[in-house]
């Protein structure tokens, strides 16, 4: 198989891994010196990959890295189970020991394994509990009782944290993980996901259990000059080339968003012959439109008219003073009083967001693309 110029969606390593020079070495201090980190951003701009990154230049038999992604969760139980699962599986290496550590472990659980087909590196433990009062907490403490006795420190990578903010009853669970694990002091932790708004209600909020937890990391753009030479290094590894000028112009039209700076580029390469131009850019732009067409229409077919023209002002340079008579005439939003509820509900989609104090955005470059070229400009 050939090489493939550039991937996403998917978390990427290696080669494909660019940039974040100080963003490894912000995370592989904390992981080291047991400062729990929280990682925020916009989605599909890399936090997997990062902190993928960072545990592979960090794990040893000192320091176990345990892996779990809470996306699945849909209730605490589910939750500590899956941390159980994780955190018995970074620390025992073979299978034996994982039976052997779950037992004594969690002795007072009676832990059911669910093995998959390769046991070597797959199973999953669902827990009975027997006395459910304290089982919670119980589970919670495993890491740190566990690093305790075999004398290692820990890191616990947690993706998806915000969907404990779903779960019922959310605000006790938190206070519950929070009250636990500011205690440990073998164990750390660090939680990311990809619902901006949800993770800062979570991290942001003083009234909170998990306000200021650690050290909060916002993971920024990669800059575009990095993305040219690494789109122009990858085109000329695969026996094409691009002009400096063309990739600029496709981390201009992505705004240097991770994934769609990377999918757009794929696309141009697909269209291109030996030498890109610009015509190849245009239509690989097309391409990125009817790609992501399936996924604009479910996110915004039930938004009301007043959402839509919110999102249109938006787009059109408007990114504070919504209440002003003008720009209420002029997008057609209603009232003033309108104005709060439709950021509330466009935030809580996660189809705007606050870049700055008092700036507000469209999330997604590309959905503000679309709407233009395909919803607007056809009324
Ligand atoms: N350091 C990087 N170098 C090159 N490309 C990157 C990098 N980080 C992210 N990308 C691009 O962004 C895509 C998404 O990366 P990743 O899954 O790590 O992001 P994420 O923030 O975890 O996404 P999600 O919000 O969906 O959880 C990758 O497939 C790749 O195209
Ligand atoms: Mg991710």
């Given at each position: ?82 941390f159980a699962t994780a955190v018995i599986r970074a620390t025992s290496t073979k ?48 890491p740190e009782m566990i690093a305790k006795q075999k004398q290692i420190d820990m ?191 466009l935030q809580e989609k996660d189809l705007i967001t606050l870049s700055a104090p ?22």
């Amino acid at each position: 198989m050939s090489t493939l110029p550039f991937v996403f969606g998917v978390k990427v390593e290696g080669d494909m891994f660019t940039d974040r020079i100080d963003e490894t070495k912000r995370l592989v201090a904390n992981f080291q010196h047991g400062i729990n980190t929280i990682i925020i951003s916009p989605r599909r701009m890399g936090k997997t990959s990062l902190v993928e990154k960072v545990v592979s230049l960090t794990a040893s038999n000192e320091m176990r890295i345990a892996k779990m992604d809470a996306f699945g969760c849909r209730s605490e139980r589910e939750f500590v189970d899956a941390f159980a699962t994780a955190v018995i599986r970074a620390t025992s290496t073979k299978w034996e020991e994982w039976v052997e550590n779950a037992k004594s472990f969690l002795s007072r659980f009676s832990p059911k394994f669910t093995i998959s087909q390769d046991p070597q590196t797959s199973f999953s433990v669902s827990l009975e509990y027997t006395q459910p009062n304290h089982a919670i907490e119980d589970i919670l403490e495993l890491p740190e009782m566990i690093a305790k006795q075999k004398q290692i420190d820990m890191v616990i990578c947690i993706d998806e944290f915000q969907q404990i903010g779903e779960f019922p009853d959310s605000l006790t669970f938190q206070k519950k993980l929070r009250s636990v694990w500011q205690l440990q002091s073998h164990v750390h932790y660090c939680l990311y996901g990809s619902k901006k708004h949800m993770m800062e209600k979570i991290f942001l909020n003083r009234h909170y259990p998990f306000y200021q937890f650690g050290d909060l990391m916002y993971l920024k753009k990669i800059k575009r000059e990095e993305w040219v030479s690494f789109i122009c290094d990858r085109f000329a590894q695969t026996g094409k080339h691009i002009s400096n000028d063309l990739a600029q112009q496709i981390c201009a039209v992505t705004e240097d968003y991770s994934s769609y700076v990377q999918q757009l580029a794929w696309l141009v390469w697909l269209q291109t012959d030996k030498e890109t131009n610009a015509e190849d850019l245009s239509r690989g732009i097309n391409s990125l439109l009817d790609a992501n067409e399936a996924l604009f229409i479910q996110q915004t077919e039930n938004l009301s008219e007043y959402q839509m023209n919110f999102l249109k002002a938006i787009y059109s340079g408007i990114h504070t003073g919504f209440t002003q008579q003008s720009v209420l005439q002029v997008f057609h939003l209603g009232t003033s009083a309108n104005i709060t509820k439709l950021k509330k509900a466009l935030q809580e989609k996660d189809l705007i967001t606050l870049s700055a104090p008092n700036h507000l955005d469209l999330s997604d470059p590309i959905l503000g693309l679309w709407l233009k070229q395909r919803v607007w400009m056809k009324n």
